[in-house]
């Protein structure tokens, strides 16, 4: 069982029979009152974000969740298939919802972590940083840059990204998948 101490961002636990990730955690003491946990977390089963204020007397049972390795095939309206790594036959989907928060950033043969609760396999992960292609560029607007300037470009994967003004379009750069934003450029176009 696992307690409100345990409740540490990226730990896994069942709420109401369901499976859940943590992604933030606040102590909060107020004058007179017993202190709380306040938390954020996202269910694995649909992908949904939820806030919740936990007591000190609350306990959890840490999800059994296993990590595999996939491949990401390609997507067809709101159907998102991966293989396994290994034996492309092992094929499944899963609902737009499920990667709603991921699937800007899935391109076709992209390595990712599948997490297995129960023997099914309910969510992927992606990995932390990710190079991506530049597809759309505007130019960079000389002027006031003094406090570094930024443009909007268009990555591989559809998504749009805000980049430095020297980025142009067939630039290769890295984005942080978990915020969504640039870390640098890795190559240049030539």
């Known amino acids: 069982m696992l307690s409100i101490s345990d409740l540490k961002s990226g730990v896994y636990f069942i709420l109401n029979g369901q499976p859940h990730e943590v992604l ?5 003491k107020m004058q007179q009152r017993r202190p709380v946990l306040q938390t954020r977390f996202r269910n694995l089963l649909n992908g949904k974000i939820l806030e919740q204020n936990f007591q000190q007397s609350d306990t959890f049972e840490e999800a ?3 990590k595999t390795k ?8 709101v159907e998102f298939w991966f293989s396994d790594q290994n034996d492309p036959s092992k094929r499944f989907r899963l ?7 991921i699937k800007n950033f899935l391109k076709a043969n992209t390595v990712l ?6 023997g099914d396999i309910i969510n992927v992960e992606l990995p932390v940083k990710m190079d991506f292609l530049v597809t759309e560029s505007p130019p960079g607007i000389k002027g006031d840059t003094a406090q570094g300037g930024t443009k909007q470009v ?4 559809g998504a749009t990204i805000n980049v430095p003004l020297f980025i142009n379009e067939g630039d290769t750069i890295r984005i942080n998948t978990q915020t969504g934003q640039y870390t640098e ?6």
Request: proline residues 0%; hydrophobic residues 25%; charged residues 40%.
């Open 113 to 118: 972590e599948a997490l297995k609760f129960n």
């Open 95 to 101: 609902e737009e919802s499920t990667v709603e928060h």
């Open 185 to 190: 450029r890795v190559e240049k176009s030539r």
């Open 64 to 66: 059994d969740i296993e």
């Open 70 to 77: 996939v491949k990401y095939l390609y997507n067809h309206r």
């Open 154 to 157: 268009k990555i591989e994967s």
């Open 24 to 28: 933030e955690t606040h102590h909060l």
